[in-house]
Structure formats: structure tokens, C-alpha cells
């Protein structure tokens, strides 16, 4: 008899004892999450796996550049970024590797690159945020197109060098046309839209009664009513479908030049299994985005936030260029 001794995999795992490391023993990881948010979660896993991960933190659109400057020659093994745009490039690029099914499986097909190339991490709203005192919930306007409405003039604010909202404004290009979103544009420009710096501002503005209205992200709401209750701000989502619901994702790839995919999977894995979903969520308030997590921060579930999100391709977001064009034409940057 054969002892276990001399079978095939005891003799791998043996020489794997005495040789010691396997070419997956580390990972490099391309950030454009923000160090204070992912490190926790990346010593999470260092711990668990015994893999050692090197992070390159900066902003997604300048990593998804550098990935493209490096091509194969980049020590990248996997790109998180932070919005779906920067995910389209390297896409479109062909740099991804294909995901195994039991990965693409776990979350709807919208959070995902329609060829499996690259998964959500988490998601994030576009919504409405509105004082309560100056504000009629019944008066809601329905539709982000709504906003031109002169019953709204001067009291609406807008963030246009925000990154969330040129991610909107591509989105809206993509799924309503040129010509309308730059009708749209216009319309808000000559209601006298207040422009802010960012989602804080506005925020802050409407407390402070500057305006009434403002479209913005879905979880700052939810920092200042973590230190105050009663903070007099409000948010909803337009109606279903509406391109102001957007929602843009978090999401990660591993690039098809890496020899650490076995590991890079195994990281891939660990962002969607539920305890760095509830991390997302509890440290960020942002959505989790596998299926059967109903934890979100303000009893909205997955499936509500996907009857309100507009149709679209979320590589579609690629498209920045022309988004900051328009932008620059109409003097708003
Ligand atoms: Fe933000």
C-alpha cells in the first residue's frame, strides 16, 4: 500500500513547507480609497490569509493613469477604486482578468462589469437633501429635472467641481443624451443654482437657510446626524429611474497581468464577504452590495436602492472628459 506520505499533493504541500514561500505570498494593491477607511480592513486580511499587502493610495483617475503608463510592467496585482468611471478605463483597456462565477455571484449584475471583469465593493446615492422647516415634504419635486423649475430659483445648491457629481452628469449623458443634459445644465444655470466647493457645504448651507435644496451624496446626511438628531436637513431619491438616483459604486479588479491571482482573488473575496460589507457601511454609512445583507445605514435595502437607480451601464462612467468639457463650456469650472 501507497503511504499518504508519496501522494501527489502531500509531496507539493512538502515542498512547499521547505521552500517555503509560494509567488502569492504578497499582493499590490492600487487605492484610490482613502488610506483611513481601507487600512483596518487590509491588516484584517493580512492577518487572516498570512499575505502581505502593499497599498499605493491616490485618487482613482490618477492610478487608473498610472496603470495605463505602467502596462504590464506594473506591480499592481489589483485596482480599487473608488468610483465606476476609473473602473470603465482599464476596462475598456482590456487590463482586467475575468472573475470566478461564485464572486460575480454574489451581487446583482448592475454592481458588477457586465463581462465580470470587475465587482462593486460598496455603493453610494446621489439624492436630494432638503431643509425640513422650508421644505413641504409634498412639494418634493419628483425628478432632478424638476430643479429648473422657477419655483426653485435661487434655492437650489450644486457641488460641479465634485467628483460624485461629474460622475451624475456622465452618467446622465450617457443615458439621456447630450443635448438634454446640457439643456439641463443651462436650465439650473439660469435658475441660479448655488455653486459650493463640496457635499459638506451644501449641507452646511441648507442648515444655515442659504438655500433649500441640494443634490448631493447619501451618507454626509448621516455624519451630522450622528452628532445631532435634530440636525434640520432631511434627503429622499427623486422617482424611480430618475438619472438624479444614481448610484456609483466602489469596486475592485485584479489586473490580467498579475502573478498573484490565486491572492488576488482571495482579496477580491474578502471585500464582499459580510464583515468588511458591514465595515463599509457602519465606518462610511455606505450600502453594502452583496445580496442577503439587508444591514444598511438608514433601513434603505439593496433592493430599495435598485428600484430608484437610474438603467445604466456603470462603465459607462468612463467618459469623464467630455463631462468636464461641458462644464468648462458652460463656466461652472
Ligand atoms: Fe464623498
Redesign the pocket.
Known amino acids: 500500500m501507497r503511504s499518504w506520505l508519496f501522494s501527489y499533493p502531500a509531496i507539493i504541500s512538502l515542498l512547499l513547507l521547505v521552500f517555503g514561500c509560494t509567488p502569492d505570498d504578497s499582493l499590490t494593491v492600487y487605492s484610490g480609497r482613502s488610506k483611513a477607511l481601507v487600512e483596518d480592513l487590509v491588516k484584517d486580511f493580512e492577518e487572516e490569509s498570512g499575505i502581505n499587502v502593499n497599498v499605493r493610495y491616490g485618487s482613482s483617475t490618477q492610478l487608473s493613469m498610472a496603470l495605463m503608463e505602467e502596462g504590464d510592467r506594473s506591480p499592481a496585482d489589483l485596482f480599487w477604486s473608488q468610483d465606476a468611471g476609473a473602473l470603465g478605463a482599464i476596462h475598456r483597456a482590456d487590463r482586467f482578468e475575468q472573475l470566478p462565477e461564485d464572486l460575480l455571484g454574489k451581487l446583482p449584475e448592475e454592481f458588477q462589469s457586465r463581462d465580470g471583469t470587475w465587482v462593486a465593493t460598496s455603493g453610494?446615492a446621489r439624492v436630494l437633501a432638503y431643509s425640513k422647516s422650508r421644505v413641504d415634504e409634498n412639494d418634493l419635486p419628483a425628478s432632478v429635472y424638476d430643479l429648473t423649475d422657477e419655483k426653485w430659483q435661487g434655492r437650489v445648491g450644486w457641488a460641479p467641481s465634485?467628483?460624485?457629481f461629474q460622475s451624475f452628469l456622465t452618467a446622465m449623458r450617457a443615458s439621456q443624451g447630450e443635448s438634454e443634459t446640457r439643456q439641463w445644465v443651462l436650465g439650473m444655470e439660469s435658475n441660479d443654482a448655488q455653486v459650493y466647493s463640496n457635499?459638506n457645504a451644501l449641507i452646511q448651507a441648507i442648515s444655515a437657510g442659504e438655500i433649500d435644496l441640494a443634490i448631493t451624496?447619501h451618507?454626509?446626511l448621516f455624519r451630522y446626524l450622528e452628532s445631532d438628531e435634530d440636525y434640520p436637513v432631511d434627503q429622499t431619491f427623486f422617482e424611480e429611474g430618475d438619472p438624479g438616483n444614481l448610484i456609483n459604486v466602489s469596486g475592485i479588479g485584479i489586473l490580467n497581468h498579475s502573478e498573484n491571482k490565486e491572492a488576488a482573488r482571495q482579496f477580491a473575496a474578502f471585500l464582499l464577504d459580510e464583515k468588511a460589507q458591514k465595515w463599509f457601511a457602519e465606518q462610511n454609512f455606505e450600502y453594502p452590495v452583496i445580496q442577503g445583507l439587508e444591514l444598511t445605514p438608514d433601513g434603505t435595502s439593496l433592493e430599495d436602492i435598485r428600484q430608484v437607480n437610474p438603467e445604466l451601464d456603470l462603465n459607462d462612467l468612463e467618459d469623464l472628459d467630455a463631462t468636464l468639457q461641458l462644464l468648462r463650456e458652460v463656466g461652472l469650472l
Open positions: 453610494r465634485n467628483a460624485s457635499n451624496n451618507y454626509y
